[in-house]
């Protein structure tokens, strides 16, 4: 049977979060309702795959502890707090509301979301929001490495989530086989080849959309698309002049924020955007029939893959906090009577040549 690739549009989607001035900081409502206002419009324009910023529900952490005076890094951890109170539970109320809108405009929405966990208080996740054209959770993907002033709030990513290997999915739906990363993952050597093993074809690149990165936001996933012969379709925030929050917390980098959004082919060309400095939503006809004529030239799946030289292995238990006892006896397994008696028997043997040698 004769392989089919599909042509679809895609649309990454560059907006940026709504702030507050403190104490509130985050409005993860009007955020969500400006989420969903901004899939509508790319479903009523045809795209069929929508792409958000990373963490734009509710917000990307600008933010870096000040040291100052003890007032400021108190302010900080009431900052944290609302982060924290304004971050979404998959699945939740803003789930439900983003698939509503996916399901409205019959497209597959990709999301980078502030995730809290439900399962530890306090714990939260830099993730990637899958979201299917039937209003349903496909599924998330956690940062695995996080960056910089992101390590105040973020816990790392495990491998498995609910099935093992889930936190580094890539799924296999009518489109093609989609998967995504944020940031600084894009630097991941072993986690891009995973992703490339597993055959992905259309990537979903969350970016912060910082002015320090400008290029290597770009670069990183250019080089991805190349090595991986896939799509990509990079999504950055911009956060205008006059949305930053006038009475913030004074150590941030807003004036960081300029997007970069775009859209790449299999051979690393950026054929829509970069867009800077300006909210919209791009969007590109992708055509994964040039997937295979990219293979032709350098398939590390195929002509260029030598795993009987360099093999990747990865966990697919996850490494949980707490753990029964139990599971300490089975990661080091005791000796069973045979093999006790065996070891019994050479070391009499060795006292015996022991007492020999002394006698002599």
């Known amino acids: 049977m004769v392989r089919d690739y599909p042509k679809y549009k895609v ?105 809290r966990d439900p399962e530890y208080d306090g714990r939260m996740y830099n993730s990637i929001l899958f979201m299917g054209p039937h209003g349903e959770v ?49 630097f991941q050597p072993l986690l891009k080849q995973h992703l490339i093993v597993e055959g992905e074809q259309i990537h979903a690149a969350l970016w912060p959309g910082l002015a320090m990165i400008k290029t290597v936001m770009l670069v990183m996933t250019q080089a991805l698309c190349v090595s991986a012969r896939c799509w990509a379709v990079l999504a950055a925030p ?7 929050p006038k009475d913030t917390y004074p150590n941030n980098h807003f004036h960081q924020s300029i997007g970069g959004s775009c859209v790449i082919d299999p051979f690393g060309n950026i054929v829509a955007g970069p867009l800077y400095e300006a909210e919209g939503i791009l969007y590109h006809d ?14 590390l799946v195929g002509i260029y893959d030598r795993r009987d030289v360099l093999a990747l292995a990865r966990r697919e238990q996850p490494f949980r906090p707490v753990v029964p006892m139990e599971w300490v006896r089975e990661a080091a397994p005791q000796p069973n009577d045979e093999q006790i008696a065996a070891l019994n028997k050479r070391l009499a043997k060795l006292e015996s040549k022991e007492d020999d040698a002394a006698g002599n």
């Not at 999915?169 to 489109?175: A, G, H, K, T, W």
Request: net charge negative.
């Open 11 to 115: 649309a990454a989607v560059q907006a940026g979060p709504v702030y507050l001035d403190r104490p509130g900081y985050f409005d993860v409502n009007a955020t969500l309702a400006k989420a969903c206002t901004a899939i509508e419009e790319a479903g009523k324009n045809g795209a069929r795959l929508v792409v958000f910023p990373e963490t734009f529900l509710p917000g990307y952490p600008h933010f870096s502890m000040g040291l100052q005076t003890m007032a400021e890094a108190g302010e900080f951890f009431h900052l944290w707090k609302q982060y924290l109170l304004n971050s979404p539970v998959v699945p939740g109320p803003e789930t439900e509301k983003i698939g509503a809108a996916a399901k409205k405009a019959g497209c597959y929405v990709v999301i980078g979301i502030n995730e």
């Open 138 to 186: 496909m599924g998330t993907h956690r940062k695995l490495n996080i960056t910089i002033n992101e390590l105040f709030f973020h816990t790392r990513g495990d491998v498995t989530r609910v099935k093992p290997c889930d936190n580094i999915r890539v799924y296999d739906e009518p489109l093609g086989k989609l998967s995504g990363l944020i940031c600084g993952e894009h």
């Open 238 to 244: 911009y956060v205008a002049k006059e949305a930053v």
């Open 286 to 299: 992708v055509d994964l029939g040039l997937i295979p004529i990219g293979k032709a030239e350098s398939n």
